[in-house]
């Protein structure tokens, strides 16, 4: 079955929606997300996004900033191109209807958080991404031009290996065509044909046990950009946010935002003792991959499952009014934080590296777009710096929505391509096997890829891992179609890649820390 679009967007947090919106006034849109449209990392943001506004802040001190915790590996001229585009930016949403926090006086209510030399991070309240993410929907759904499937998951991209033609990693004429997409409530696979694809499919957080990241957060991106033979960067570069509420029985794991350090919030140990000074002399407002290291070294030498976090010295009226979402959450497990320290422990946040693209956002398959999460457009290197990734999700959407909008008509609807083929297979007998190897998945990566890494754990997280992949492939020759086992093949490739790049980067950098390799 065949559906065509002008500009086929995989992916509704704010990159995939901003793209939609920028380009739906020169074509048919259509949204494919593989939940509801709010569903999203976006939604989860908390802190809210990096931004230059006035004085005595300025682009070269973001810019400077953006760089040191991004450890030597960022792209300058992309580092300068996002930044400087920032104003304009926060005025687009602005105008689709986000509100930011201000001040009495009128003036923006700019927040600090770690790696950041000055307050620039507008927010709202404590749930920024809801309200971008809210703001956005309520414009799409009202979008003539923009048709939204929910539910739908995409499989694969179309290029022309589907035509039967054999493609190389590194070639560059290969295409993008569309999407194979499963509308899950049918279980129909849709062949959607575009002139412009845009990859706007978000993070792989789920590829850790203990993450940050809602359950969509497979890495499906990735893994199809992967397959369609495209180029990918970065890949070891896995931050961990130092504060994730610790509280075991829950997934995902609630984050206890960096703007809380930011407000005066202090970290100590069982006994009471602030230790990031031992670790830098920034303390609790070091980059995070340093505070996320220093606790896990704190974790491993105590043998603690968590340390915390203090907040019983700040103004409790102000601590509610700036943080109520994080009190209401404590309150709601017996934690007062205007009284009691806060429970807290690292959990994987935020995927740097990605599909590459160029500074139009632009991947190596021609027509295929990425921006947000999934792609790796140099502004982060080794570290991203808080609150920048909200940006460089719009900066990039917006820098592709210019290119595609030329570029769409050079790339015509191939009605030729074959409908999916699923002859053969039949429905799992053992769904238990796809949930139970998930979570083996899962645990490989947290025991042996997380914040400390050496040569021997990543041999061994690939040995695991290849047992895992040899059943799940002969399972996905032998069963139809569902998400599950879509996502559960995604992240097991996913794995394989991490560990690739990881091996690959014999040294210490950013958030690639390997104990083989300190020096
Ligand atoms: C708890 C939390 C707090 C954060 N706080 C901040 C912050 O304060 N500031 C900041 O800058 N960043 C923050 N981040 C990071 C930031 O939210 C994300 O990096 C950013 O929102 C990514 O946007 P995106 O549009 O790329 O992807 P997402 O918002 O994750 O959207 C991805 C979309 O793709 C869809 N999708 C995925 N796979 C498929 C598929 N196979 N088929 C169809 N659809 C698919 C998903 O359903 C989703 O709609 C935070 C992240 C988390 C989890």
Request: overall charge negative; charged content about 25%.
């Given at each position: 079955?065949?559906?065509?679009t ?43 996004i990096a ?18 915790a991004?450890a ?14 920032a ?29 950041h ?9 404590d749930n920024t ?44 004429d ?18 959607i ?18 993450t940050t ?11 199809m ?8 960067d970065n ?32 970290l ?9 000074c ?6 609790n ?10 606790i ?6 105590s ?11 700040i103004?409790s ?23 009691e ?14 599909v590459?693209?160029?500074?139009l956002?632009?991947?190596s ?24 990734s ?8 917006d ?12 790339n015509?609807?191939?009605?030729s ?13 053992e769904?238990?096997?796809?949930t ?12 042996y ?32 179609l569902s ?21 690959a ?15």
């Amino acid at each position: 079955m065949k559906i065509t679009t002008d500009y086929l967007v995989i992916g509704s947090g704010l990159a995939g929606l901003s793209f939609a919106l920028k380009v739906a006034d020169t074509g048919k849109v259509t949204i494919i997300t593989k939940n509801s449209l709010e569903e999203s990392n976006t939604t989860y943001a908390q802190g809210g996004i990096a931004a230059v506004l006035s004085s005595p802040d300025s682009f070269s001190q973001h810019i400077e900033d953006t760089k040191i915790a991004g450890a030597g590996l960022c792209d300058d001229k992309i580092v300068e191109k996002v930044i400087s585009h920032a104003p304009g930016l926060i005025q687009n949403l602005k105008q689709w209807g986000t509100q930011f926090d201000t001040e009495k006086n009128g003036q923006y209510d700019l927040a600090k958080e770690g790696g950041h030399s000055a307050h620039r991070i507008l927010h709202h309240k404590d749930n920024t991404g809801f309200e971008i993410q809210r703001a956005l929907c309520n414009e799409i759904r009202n979008h003539k031009n923009i048709t939204v499937l929910e539910h739908y998951f995409a499989v694969d991209l179309i290029t022309q290996h589907h035509q039967g033609e054999l493609v190389k990693r590194h070639q560059n004429d290969i295409c993008c065509f569309g999407a194979y997409a499963l509308d899950i409530q049918t279980n129909t696979i849709y062949t959607i044909l575009s002139k412009a694809t845009m990859l706007a499919s978000g993070g792989a957080g789920q590829l850790y046990s203990t993450t940050t990241n809602p359950n969509i957060a497979t890495g499906d991106g990735f893994a199809m950009v992967y397959r369609a033979k495209g180029l990918l960067d970065n890949m070891e570069f896995i931050q961990f946010h130092p504060t994730g509420l610790y509280n075991p029985k829950e997934s995902p794991t609630f984050l206890i935002s960096e703007a809380v350090r930011g407000f005066g919030g202090k970290l100590r140990n069982k006994y009471g003792e602030e230790f990031m000074c031992n670790y830098d002399e920034r303390g609790n407002l070091a980059p995070r991959d340093i505070v996320a290291r220093a606790i896990d070294s704190e974790m491993k030498t105590s043998g603690d499952e968590h340390l915390y976090l203090d907040c019983t010295h700040i103004d409790s009226k102000k601590l509610i009014e700036h943080f109520p979402n994080i009190h209401k959450k404590c309150m709601s497990i017996g934690i007062d934080i205007t009284k009691e320290m806060i429970p807290v422990a690292p959990a994987a946040h935020y995927f740097c590296g990605g599909v590459k693209v160029d500074e139009l956002g632009r991947t190596s398959i021609n027509h295929l777009y990425a921006a947000g999460e999934v792609s790796c457009t140099g502004l982060h290197g080794a570290n991203r710096l808080a609150s920048n990734s909200l940006l460089e999700a719009i900066a990039f959407a917006d820098f592709a929505a210019d290119i595609s909008k030329k570029e769409k008509d050079n790339n015509p609807i191939q009605e030729s391509i074959p409908d999916w083929d699923d002859k053969g297979t039949s429905h799992p007998e053992e769904m238990v096997l796809i949930t139970q190897s998930l979570k083996e998945v899962q645990q490989i990566l947290n025991n042996y890829v997380g914040i400390v890494r050496s040569d021997v754990r990543l041999d061994r997280a690939f040995n695991r891992l290849w047992t895992i992949y040899l059943e799940t492939e002969e399972m996905y020759r032998n069963t139809t179609l569902s998400p599950k086992l879509c996502e559960l093949r995604n992240l097991i490739l996913l794995g394989y890649i991490v560990i690739k790049s990881a091996r690959a980067r014999k040294k210490s950098i950013g958030l690639h820390y390997m104990v083989d390799y300190t020096g």
